[in-house]
């Protein structure tokens, strides 16, 4: 098993190694990390990311996606306000941007000869993000899916793994696993499977109280999957214990509107020359980080969830607002699964 950490390239997350020694080669070999999952954000730099590092591409991902790829004009003019609004969140107001954008980055994946790619199998809307109330199913979301990954991967020879991730929207969380099933028979691409990301699947149960319930969780699901589970090639770790926030957002939905507006829910607030629309985009993403913690694992526990999978990978997947906070959470977890990782880390 191989261990990466994932990053983006941001500016602000490229900067943050700058002064490390050895740059980002260094801080790998610190922690005894095998290469990155990237995700990219802007132009591909060399001298930052040789290709040896890059083990895994995280395709782009646009949690409102549906109504943009099926063309319903209604349902987009219901959430962006204009086509500078579309532009802003698609990169373009043309559909085909979404096949485009990600046959591209499959292409970037040939060439850093990268082991893997992931997509996200989900969609959800701004406002379903804090009331909880979807208009599509798993089933619809995860027709679209298939059909916009083929188009996507149509005639693209065989090379890095398409790997699917769950999320706790609508789509892929593995609590059907017939669907998990329709993924692996009807997309064309050849090599593909499954990233299981703990804390997402974490999130599709605010019942939890601690890391072990989270696990003994887990391997419940993995339990019903069935075959499924043996195409699960990558694991992204972190823990997500956040049913009480999503509990009292729901209650408070119940009352009023919360969130639904430029100021939304967040102490923070974005910056002053955003217009309402990427206010209200810039305050769901701060809402998200609560939901989705990324938290590092604590709870030795996980272990057994780790050698239940048998993962070709497993990504270190921290939030953190500085090197500093990501160097803790990285030294916390490694300890946490050592039998796994088998490293000496510094202190």
Known sequence: MKQLINLSSYPQELEQ???YPGGLKGFLQTFGLDGIELIQAGPYENELFPHKHIRGLHLPFWPDWMDFFKGNQAGLKARFPDEESLKYYYGSSLPDVLSDTWRKEMRHAQEFKADYVVAHVSHNTLPSCYTYAFDDSDEVVIDSFIRLINQATEGLPA???LLMENLWWPGLNFLKPE??????????????????????LMNTNHSLRSEKEGVDYSMKILDGLGPAAGHIRTIHLSSSLSGDYVKSILQEHRRQDAGMNADGLSPLRPPAHFDAFKKQCWQCGEHI???????????????ELIQRVKPDYLVHELLADSLSELEAALRIQSRTIGPASNQTLPK
């Open 17 to 19: 190694f700058n002064d």
């Open 159 to 161: 090379g890095p793994m």
């Open 179 to 200: 669907l998990a099933g329709r993924l692996l028979s009807e997309i064309h691409y050849p090599n593909k499977g499954f990233v299981l990301d703990v804390g997402h």
């Open 289 to 303: 980080r609560q939901i989705d913690r990324h938290m590092p694992f604590r709870d030795p526990a996980v272990n």
